[in-house]
């Protein structure tokens, strides 16, 4: 299918997501965009463990990107799924992203590796029905896993990005936030 919105064009292929930009897309439609050349190019994906953000490291996986995967739970079962390639790797990181002091050690590990994030895929997020009723410090790891955790990963690769003139970055959302639900 060919989604086209505005500026956007792109193709899909598995999954569908509603994109920050405004723009629908799935990791087929990264891969094929966003590699280039055949530098080794390095994707990050919060929320890799299962469904869309397992969907898209799949996808970038098949075209031809490294990975940084990172999930709170259950990478180890994601590993068997990936073929060996030459030329790519998986970094695993099991980390609560809301926490800063984990964040900052998975980019001084990288950093140490002379690895820079070509493409980051904010895919991590957690929702609770009734938000209403939840307690604030529920409703405080909503908003610190669905948007300040976000913005942290922004700010990490942001810098090298910039210095290269290059990279991407996807802050996949949820439409659940458009509707009040009890």
Known sequence: YV??????????????????????????ALAENFVSNNATKYAMVTGASRGIGKAIANELWDNGYSLILISISDLKNVRNGFSVKANQNIY?????????????????????QNININLL???????????????????????????????????HVLPA???AHDGYIIN???????????
């Open 3 to 28: 989604i086209k919105n505005g500026s956007c064009n792109i193709r899909l292929k598995i999954y569908y997501l509603v994109i920050s930009t405004f723009c629908i897309i799935s990791g087929q």
């Open 172 to 182: 996949i959302g949820s439409i659940a936030g458009n509707n009040a639900i009890s």
């Open 92 to 112: 695993l990181y099991e980390v609560d992203i809301t926490n800063d002091k984990d964040v900052d050690l998975i980019f001084k590990q990288l950093s140490k």
């Open 161 to 163: 990005m910039k210095k």
């Open 121 to 155: 895929v904010n895919n991590a997020g957690t929702f609770n029905s009734g938000t209403a009723e939840l307690s604030t410090d529920a409703l405080r790891h909503i908003i610190n896993t669905n948007l300040v955790a976000a913005h942290n990963l922004v700010r």
